[in-house]
């Protein structure tokens, strides 16, 4: 499964973005999927994940109730909304296929990565 994120850019903070990923093959349809990231110089972290069916989410403490995570299987797309972009957002933003229907904030649940896409929030 080939991975492509889009939608990344520069943004003033308390602006917004959307980004977007989209799959090369139906099989990402029955697993789970998530955007990671990671800015210079530190580990790359959990942002948010949704299940196969869109019924559970899970998101990272400091994006909650900014950033909504969203799918839509019949694209093979998973998209992040995020508003309220903040300095400390600025980052290179990946998205994940999970090994099962439903993900977790561990990386190494993960099977296939994209490239990615980076996100610059100025002050």
């Known amino acids: 499964v080939q991975l492509q994120a889009s939608g990344g850019g520069l943004v003033q903070a308390g602006g917004s973005l959307r980004l977007s990923c989209t799959a090369s093959?139906?099989?990402?349809?029955?697993?789970?999927m998530g955007w990671f990231r990671q800015a210079p110089g530190q580990e790359r972290e959990f942002v948010a994940t949704l299940s196969w069916n869109s019924q559970y989410s899970q998101y990272a403490d400091g994006v909650k109730g900014r950033f909504t995570i969203s799918r839509d299987n019949a694209k093979d797309t998973l998209y992040l909304q995020m508003d309220n972009l903040k300095p400390e957002d600025t980052a290179h933003y990946y998205c994940?296929?999970?090994?099962?229907?439903?993900?977790?904030?561990?990386?190494?649940?993960?099977?296939?990565w994209g490239q990615g896409t980076q996100v610059t929030v100025s002050s």
């Open positions: 093959r139906r099989t990402a349809r029955n697993n789970a």
């Open positions: 994940a296929v999970a090994l099962r229907s439903i993900g977790s904030r561990d990386s190494k649940d993960y099977r296939y």
